[in-house]
């Protein structure tokens, strides 16, 4: 099939079947996710690939090459979505990885070595509150116990139930489907889910690092409900305030890592006093928040978690509160592999396309497999209006872009055995 071809229907079967009045919902686990891995393997099965899933639900689309025994190369990218998101974020990847495929066909290359196109189910940890479940699973690297612990937030139901209601077994993940050292490489395309791209006028980026983060899901503050016009501001243990201290601790240390050229970003995504309990003529004695802090240095999120906590004694010691900042999440900063990047660039030039070198602000499949030891790259394409919403608008000529680079690099490097 022509790759182009193959590529815009893809995105318009999954648009349209995945569309939720709003945006686009593929949850993970959920029925929308498992129609977008329905959909690429038929598609895959088009072009005569082999299909196979693994205990995690993951699927794998594979081109065979002339030594099958050597390491494949993999291309991939997760296929679920956050509720009332974009159709492009993930499943660009997947749709990359078949269209270079039908490159390689329409072109006669014969590969030396497999090409497998993978479809990763579970990258949102909107759904979870854990990164890149599926990659993970897959790798062998899935934290312990989570596959009962780790409940979906809008069913309650186990990551365990609902990888065995799409078909997979969690009891099977051990040893690991895939052995990182039998994998040659690992490449992810996808959109970039900030501006850069668009202001500079470049249709493709290639990535130079993925930002680690430390997450703290599901942090409170306790101090003690009381009148807001009897207490005097020296007797109030006052949480929202207290957090709203923590908070602006943190936003001075970006400005900090800003000024100094080094990298940092943090989010509250969630603040919330007690609706049971709230009024407002009542000083909260609760509140209820989140933290995703990222940055590009390992060493200095190491020294964050700390930070944090020992900030939290500080506030906890001047406003009579406490703090329960519950366990935190982890993923690591994703190392990617200068050989891969420097090889993506010299295509790019002598495709004479125009591109950038940036890093990701956004964590990605790609750094799980960057920490398993996997020599890894990303390509990123112009994305206007940002990702996690229904106006993600990539352009198909900038996605093909991304394809061509991809399949040229493939053609000449990637798939020689």
Known sequence: MEPRKLAADLFDELAEATHDGVGITRASYGEGEAFAH???????????????????????????????????????????SVAEGGNFDGAAGVVAGLAAIASLQESGTAPGRDIRVMGIRAEESAWFGTSYIGSR??????????TETARRADTGRTLAEHMREAGGDPDALEPPFLDA??????????????????????????????RGNRRLPAARCLGAYSHCGGMPRRSRQDAVMAVMD????????????????????????KLATDPERHAMTIVPGE???????????????????????????????????AFELGAPTRAAP???????????????????????????????DSAAFAAAGVPTAMLFVRNPNGSHNPDEAMELDDFMAAVTILTRWLATEGARA
Request: aromatic share 4%; net charge negative.
């Open 181 to 210: 050292r039998r994998v040659h490489s690992f490449l992810e395309v996808h959109i970039e889910q900030g501006p850069v791209l668009v202001e500079q006028g470049l249709p493709v980026g290639i990535v130079t690092g993925i």
């Open 38 to 80: 329905g959909a690429v393997a038929r598609a895959a099965r088009s072009l005569g690939l082999e299909v196979e899933t693994d205990p995690a639900c993951n699927t794998y689309m594979t081109l065979p090459g002339a030594d099958r025994a050597a390491a494949a190369v993999i291309i991939g990218s997760h296929l679920d």
């Open 137 to 146: 699973a897959a790798l062998g690297a899935l934290p312990p116990g989570a």
């Open 287 to 321: 509140c209820r928040f989140s933290l995703d802090m990222r940055s590009l240095d390992a060493s200095f999120l190491d020294d964050l978690e700390g930070r944090v906590a020992e900030a939290a004694r500080e506030i906890e010691a001047r406003r009579g509160v």
């Open 334 to 364: 994703g190392v990617l592999d200068e050989t891969i990047r420097s090889g993506l660039l010299d295509c790019a030039r002598r495709l004479d396309i125009p591109h950038n070198e940036m890093a990701s602000g956004a964590s990605h």
């Open 246 to 269: 923590l908070i602006a601790r943190l936003d001075t240390l970006w400005d900090e890592r800003e000024a100094a050229g080094e990298d940092f970003a943090f989010t509250v995504g």
